[in-house]
């Protein structure tokens, strides 16, 4: 008699044959899922749509609206997209995954030129590709076969990463006649990855644009965001100068020994950033400075580190906090479920902010109001500020390149500097470093030194914050003096001698689990590399401790 195995799910249980597929439960449930569903966690392990039930399990399943399953969804994109640019241009052109862009990934593809009709032949094949319905087939090999059959076929990118992980098996792809690796799980077939939009920039590279968690159900127009962009592609450049493209680069510097001279080499770098901007601002002969990004890009340390660079020029800089005008708790209106909003800009008392720098900018004197965030209300105290002829004022915070938060503040009088770790670094060809990820691994760390936050409870609030940023940042990015970039060539191995512990520590029944197992194996990739030489005033600081501006 066969064995049967009860599954429950969202406090539904069926009865199922052994041989049945994960894949055939979820289509039970697929009622429940506005989109595809794209991967499953069973008994709190992370298995493939494919794989077929042993014993009795709880599963979650997840689509692409959810942060885990967009991640599963954008590996899968990158997999149709590599199989229909071999089809269209051949084995020998060579697709490369440079960085994240808007709603999408930047790529090149060397030993081939394309143009925006290729381009188009290559989003059909994609299409077509999908229409097929190939399925993404899994194929568990021995590490050592792995990186056999990747050094006969010239993939010496993926065969040096995985000289660095420690891994007895490893879970490889077929789709249709190509085999991948691509650190993750798959969707079970390309037929749930049916929209994505290919967009020609220049010099052979394009964004191939996906959905987001915000806009699962449609691919939003790209919009190029030149001053990033050029931002990235400066770093990068910079980057393949010192040979460190991807993690095996990184690993092998720091298995040889030469990590600290890395890491004073990016120190540097950014040193000459800050240095080069100062003289930017001097030039620019504007009494206000002022500073956003999104979460966890290191606002705190680089406007602390900027003000010293123009007092080295003769400045004498004054901070001023955005959050010292929110208004009182009594007076912020309630959304509909009735809990106050801390990320619109109506917590901010715009009408007195604006009075203020007005008078400031015309020397007059000013009494400064500091928020107290225990009572909820606004104090005054023996804060008067009038600026003199060598004074400026240094604004940074969340809505600080919103106009609207400086309204009667002419454009010429502000110097707008948008600040985000643009990271250059991937983990091979075909996998790059999400901007995001790197933010969120920072946010983690500090949230859990400064407020005894737990990695759950900051991935839980993730998507808010997300929605913060692209409400209230990225829309005026485009509209600044300056793009800073706070990435640091080798912070991803110390960040995960200080993250992986904390993400081991989310509980397997939490919602978040899924996503903790996604950033920890992010982060296999690379070797741990201890904080001890950086610097006290690295902007890394504000993240792992032992800040000298603390």
Same mark, same amino acid.
């Given at each position: 008699?066969?064995k049967?195995?009860k599954?429950?799910?969202?406090?539904?249980? !069926?009865?199922?044959?052994?041989d049945t597929?994960?894949?055939?439960?979820?289509?039970?449930?697929?009622?429940?899922?506005?989109y595809?569903?794209?991967?499953?966690?069973?008994?709190?392990?992370?298995?493939?749509l494919?794989d077929?039930?042993?014993?009795?399990?709880?599963? !979650?399943?997840?689509d692409?609206?959810?942060?885990?399953g967009?991640?599963?969804?954008?590996?899968?994109?990158?997999?149709?997209l590599?199989?229909?640019?071999?089809?269209?241009l051949?084995d020998?052109a060579?697709l490369?995954?440079?960085?994240?862009?808007?709603?999408?990934?930047?790529?090149?593809?060397?030993d081939?030129y394309?143009n925006?009709?290729?381009l188009?032949?290559?989003?059909n094949?994609?299409?077509?590709?999908?229409?097929?319905?190939?399925?993404?087939?899994k194929?568990v090999?021995?590490?050592m076969?792995?990186i056999?059959?990747?050094?006969?076929n010239?993939?010496y990118? @993926?065969?040096?990463?995985?000289?660095?992980?420690?891994?007895?098996?490893?879970?490889?792809?077929?789709?249709?006649h190509?085999?991948?690796y691509?650190?993750?799980k798959?969707?079970y077939s390309?037929k749930?990855?049916?929209?994505? @939009?290919?967009?020609?920039?220049?010099?052979?590279?394009?964004?191939?644009?996906?959905?987001d968690i915000?806009?699962?159900?449609?691919?939003?127009? #790209?919009?190029?965001h030149? @001053?990033?962009?050029?931002?990235?592609l400066?770093?990068?450049k910079w980057?393949?100068?010192?040979?460190?493209?991807?993690?095996?680069?990184?690993?092998k510097?720091?298995?040889s020994?030469?990590?600290?001279?890395l890491?004073?080499?990016?120190?540097?770098? /950014?040193?000459?950033?800050?240095?080069?901007?100062?003289?930017? $601002?001097?030039?620019?002969?504007v009494?206000m400075v &002022?500073?956003?990004?999104p979460?966890?890009?290191?606002?705190?340390?680089?406007?602390?580190?900027?003000?010293?660079?123009?007092?080295s020029l003769?400045y004498?800089?004054?901070s001023?906090?955005i959050d010292?005008? /929110?208004?009182?708790?009594?007076?912020?209106?309630?959304?509909k #479920?009735?809990?106050?909003? /801390?990320?619109?800009?109506? $917590?901010v008392d715009?009408?007195?902010?604006?009075?203020?720098?007005?008078?400031?900018?015309?020397?007059e004197g000013?009494?400064?109001?500091?928020?107290?965030?225990?009572?909820?209300?606004?104090?005054? @105290?023996?804060n008067?500020?009038k600026?003199?002829d060598?004074?400026?004022?240094?604004?940074?915070?969340?809505?600080?390149?919103?106009?609207?938060?400086?309204l009667?503040?002419?454009?010429d009088?502000?110097?707008? !500097?948008?600040i985000?770790?643009?990271?250059?670094i991937?983990i091979?060809?075909?996998?790059?470093?999400h901007?995001? %990820?790197?933010?969120?691994?920072?946010r983690?760390?500090?949230?859990?030194k400064?407020?005894?936050?737990?990695?759950?409870?900051?991935?839980?609030?993730?998507?808010? $914050?997300?929605?913060?940023?692209?409400n209230?940042?990225f829309?005026?990015?485009?509209?600044? %003096?300056?793009?800073?970039?706070?990435?640091?060539?080798?912070e991803?191995?110390? &960040?995960?001698?200080?993250?992986e512990?904390l993400?081991f520590?989310?509980?397997?029944?939490s919602m978040?689990?899924?996503e903790s197992?996604?950033?920890?194996?992010?982060l296999?990739?690379?070797l741990?590399?201890?904080?001890?030489?950086?610097?006290s005033?690295?902007?890394?600081?504000?993240?792992?401790g032992g800040?000298?501006?603390?």
């Amino acid at each position: 008699m066969a064995k049967e195995f009860k599954v429950s799910f969202n406090n539904n249980t !069926i009865t199922v044959a052994e041989d049945t597929t994960y894949k055939e439960v979820s289509d039970v449930f697929k009622d429940q899922f506005d989109y595809d569903i794209i991967l499953c966690i069973a008994n709190n392990s992370l298995v493939d749509l494919g794989d077929t039930i042993k014993k009795d399990c709880e599963v !979650i399943f997840y689509d692409r609206s959810s942060l885990v399953g967009s991640s599963v969804y954008n590996r899968s994109a990158r997999f149709i997209l590599l199989l229909a640019v071999n089809n269209v241009l051949g084995d020998k052109a060579k697709l490369i995954c440079h960085h994240s862009q808007d709603n999408g990934v930047y790529c090149t593809i060397e030993d081939a030129y394309i143009n925006q009709d290729i381009l188009d032949n290559i989003e059909n094949e994609m299409y077509n590709i999908v229409s097929n319905d190939y399925r993404f087939e899994k194929i568990v090999v021995p590490r050592m076969d792995a990186i056999k059959f990747f050094k006969q076929n010239d993939e010496y990118d @993926k065969v040096n990463v995985l000289k660095y992980i420690s891994n007895t098996y490893i879970n490889l792809y077929r789709l249709h006649h190509t085999i991948g690796y691509f650190y993750g799980k798959m969707a079970y077939s390309t037929k749930s990855i049916n929209k994505f @939009k290919l967009y020609f920039i220049k010099d052979n590279g394009f964004v191939m644009q996906l959905p987001d968690i915000f806009n699962p159900e449609v691919v939003l127009d #790209y919009k190029h965001h030149e @001053k990033v962009f050029d931002k990235f592609l400066e770093y990068t450049k910079w980057g393949r100068e010192l040979n460190v493209k991807n993690a095996a680069d990184l690993n092998k510097i720091v298995s040889s020994g030469h990590i600290e001279d890395l890491i004073s080499l990016a120190e540097v770098y /950014f040193n000459r950033e800050l240095s080069s901007l100062a003289e930017k $601002i001097d030039k620019a002969n504007v009494k206000m400075v &002022l500073i956003a990004g999104p979460s966890s890009s290191g606002k705190t340390t680089m406007a602390k580190r900027l003000a010293v660079h123009l007092k080295s020029l003769g400045y004498n800089p004054h901070s001023i906090s955005i959050d010292d005008y /929110f208004l009182d708790v009594n007076d912020r209106q309630k959304d509909k #479920y009735g809990n106050y909003n /801390f990320e619109g800009l109506d $917590i901010v008392d715009v009408e007195l902010f604006n009075k203020h720098m007005n008078k400031l900018l015309n020397n007059e004197g000013v009494l400064l109001p500091s928020f107290n965030f225990v009572t909820g209300r606004r104090e005054y @105290k023996d804060n008067w500020l009038k600026l003199g002829d060598n004074d400026i004022i240094i604004i940074e915070g969340l809505h600080a390149l919103n106009d609207a938060l400086t309204l009667t503040v002419l454009r010429d009088d502000k110097y707008k !500097i948008y600040i985000s770790p643009l990271t250059q670094i991937n983990i091979d060809n075909h996998t790059h470093v999400h901007t995001s %990820d790197v933010r969120k691994l920072r946010r983690i760390i500090r949230d859990k030194k400064s407020r005894g936050t737990s990695a759950e409870d900051t991935l839980k609030m993730w998507t808010n $914050i997300q929605l913060g940023e692209v409400n209230n940042i990225f829309p005026y990015q485009d509209d600044v %003096d300056s793009v800073i970039n706070s990435a640091l060539i080798y912070e991803i191995g110390v &960040l995960k001698t200080y993250v992986e512990p904390l993400l081991f520590n989310v509980r397997e029944d939490s919602m978040e689990y899924a996503e903790s197992l996604r950033l920890i194996n992010f982060l296999r990739n690379f070797l741990p590399i201890p904080a001890d030489t950086i610097p006290s005033d690295s902007i890394l600081r504000e993240f792992v401790g032992g800040s000298s501006f603390d």
